[in-house]
């Protein structure tokens, strides 16, 4: 009777042993979030009305023709007056960047907000064990990460990562990788630096589709501190959920509508094509296809397949046609919107039926700070705090969208309530802005519009 009992109960044990173990490990592939810190520079390099246009009349390859371009653009921006710019734009240095602005710069962004996140987590330095760094437009020797380790001493045996390239897409891009590192790594701290490289890559020349991005780029970054530690779990402020990433960078036009290049002058800068906005929409659609039945409830897919099946008997396959038949609304509570720029914000909230409350944030982000890059997502996140939206157990979704053409989704859920005034704490109480309606720019320089000017030579 003992054998027999020892036959049966041994795999059974070893059964019960193996799940627990099992168990153990999917509580480690969480991702938590106990806090980010998003950078704000000095109020010497706010970029106002007077300064951005001091910056265009310094450049002599300049038109009128050009001139009014970059007006226009910038009254169209839904960038206010209180951006902020690199410190050797502001000096007016844009044509002979050195190594030493691109550092100074990226060096104010980390130092800054790490600072910032070590004291107010309590997490010292010498604990971390990861640390990824993405800077799409500067990649140096040491790397930026040896820069942040030896500032802070870090431990011998912690695993750096340095993403470049990635575009405004990137901060999810490297939150994902600590998600997937997490998987080997037990009760670990990882922390996420995005900015990106400004200073060294302002465009000097007159091509339009490269002058848009002088408009819309601003100085600014995040640091995140991340980890799978469940016994720090009541410390996190948000949890991931979930989050997918679609690359369409095999369709000609999508690769191509966002890319470093230099002109026929030389000059090097950014260019971003008319494609840019239908790479966006199919890079989305394609990404919310994947995302939905991860973040919805089983009556909302249903829907969803039956509109699917009756949107294709009648052909109709386009970025509303998709936020049409998907309430992402059923899923998630908060949209945080990429602000990089009017037209990307609209387009979204189009295609995905949001309200004017949805997408404030982002409108609100892209207006107080700029496109900061990949930075920008926190920007947005920050309002939604400062503004006291964000309860436990409300969920966000983060759409980013960059070069490549990639977009990079994802969904927090946020274990307590959130109310931090973080980097709007001076300015919320005045947040949303009516001033957005009335653009400073066309108040000042609205005459480069008459045609009764355009004897005029401004170079």
Same mark, same amino acid.
């Given at each position: 009777m003992e054998l027999f009992m020892a036959i049966y109960l041994v795999p059974l044990a070893l059964v019960i042993f193996h799940f627990y173990k099992l168990l153990l490990r999917w509580g480690d592939h969480h991702c938590y979030m106990i806090g980010y810190e998003c950078y704000k520079a000095t109020q010497d390099r706010r970029l106002d009305t007077e300064s951005c246009a001091k910056v265009v009349f310094r450049n002599k390859n300049l038109g009128l023709d050009e001139y009014k371009f970059l007006l226009k653009t910038m009254v169209s921006s839904g960038i206010g007056e209180e951006t902020y710019g690199p410190r050797n734009i502001v000096l007016g240095q844009e044509e002979c960047p050195s190594l030493a602005d691109a550092l100074?710069?990226?060096?104010?962004?980390?130092?800054?907000?790490?600072?910032?996140?070590?004291?107010?987590?309590?997490?010292?330095?010498?604990?971390?064990?990861?640390l990824v760094v993405n800077v799409s437009l500067l990649s140096t020797t040491p790397s930026l990460t040896a820069r942040i380790v030896n500032r802070y001493k870090?431990?011998?045996?912690?695993?750096?990562?340095?993403?470049?390239? &990635?575009?405004?897409?990137?901060?999810?891009?490297?939150?994902?990788?600590?998600?997937?590192?997490?998987?080997?790594?037990?009760?670990?701290?990882?922390?996420?630096?995005?900015?990106?490289?400004?200073?060294?890559?302002?465009?000097?020349?007159?091509?339009?589709?490269m002058m848009l991005s002088?408009?819309?780029?601003?100085?600014?970054?995040?640091?995140?501190?991340?980890?799978?530690? $469940?016994?720090?779990?009541?410390?996190?402020?948000?949890?991931?959920?979930?989050?997918?990433?679609?690359?369409?960078?095999?369709v000609e036009d999508a690769y191509a509508s966002c890319i470093q290049m230099e002109d026929d002058l030389g000059y090097r800068g950014f $260019?971003?094509?008319?494609?840019?906005?239908?790479?966006?929409?199919?890079?989305?659609?394609?990404?919310?296809?994947?995302?939905?039945?991860?973040?919805?409830?089983?009556?909302?897919?249903?829907?969803y397949i039956s509109m699917t099946y009756l949107m294709r008997m009648v052909k109709t396959a386009t970025m509303e046609g998709i936020g049409a038949r998907l309430n992402f609304k059923a899923g998630v509570e908060h949209?945080?919107?990429?602000?990089?720029?009017?037209?990307?914000?609209?387009?979204?909230?189009?295609?995905?039926?949001?309200?004017?409350?949805?997408?404030?944030?982002?409108?609100?982000?892209?207006?107080?700070?700029?496109?900061?890059?990949?930075?920008?997502?926190?920007?947005?996140?920050?309002?939604?705090?400062?503004?006291?939206?964000?309860?436990?157990?409300?969920?966000?979704? &983060?759409?980013?969208?960059?070069?490549?053409?990639?977009?990079?989704?994802?969904?927090?859920?946020?274990?307590?309530?959130?109310?931090?005034?973080?980097?709007?704490?001076?300015?919320?109480?005045?947040?949303?802005?009516?001033?957005?309606?009335?653009?400073?720019?066309?108040?000042?320089?609205?005459w480069i519009n008459d045609e009764s000017v355009s004897f005029v030579g401004l170079n």
């Open positions: 100074s710069e990226m060096d104010e962004i980390f130092y800054d907000t790490l600072d910032k996140l070590f004291a107010k987590s309590g997490v010292s330095p010498l604990e971390i064990d990861l870090m431990k011998s045996d912690i695993k750096v990562f340095n993403l470049s390239g &990635m575009g405004c897409s990137a901060s999810l891009v490297a939150i994902d990788l600590v998600k997937h590192l997490f998987k080997t790594y037990k009760n670990a701290l990882a922390v996420v630096v995005s900015s990106e490289s400004m200073g060294p890559n302002w465009y000097c020349g007159k091509d339009r589709s002088n408009c819309l780029f601003r100085s600014g970054g995040c640091s995140m501190l991340l980890t799978n530690n $469940r016994a720090l779990k009541r410390r996190a402020i948000m949890k991931l959920k979930c989050l997918v990433r679609t690359h369409i960078g095999s $260019r971003l094509t008319k494609s840019l906005t239908k790479a966006a929409a199919q890079a989305l659609t394609t990404n919310l296809r994947v995302l939905a039945p991860k973040v919805l409830p089983l009556w909302e897919l249903v829907r949209f945080c919107i990429h602000p990089g720029g009017r037209a990307v914000i609209d387009e979204v909230g189009k295609g995905l039926h949001l309200s004017e409350y949805d997408i404030e944030p982002a409108r609100m982000a892209l207006h107080r700070f700029g496109n900061t890059s990949a930075g920008g997502l926190w920007y947005v996140l920050g309002y939604m705090e400062a503004k006291k939206r964000l309860k436990k157990g409300d969920r966000i979704l &983060m759409i980013s969208l960059g070069a490549g053409f990639k977009c990079n989704n994802c969904v927090w859920e946020v274990m307590k309530d959130l109310e931090d005034g973080n980097v709007w704490k001076d300015c919320i109480d005045s947040y949303p802005s009516s001033k957005i309606l009335v653009n400073p720019f066309m108040e000042k320089y609205g």
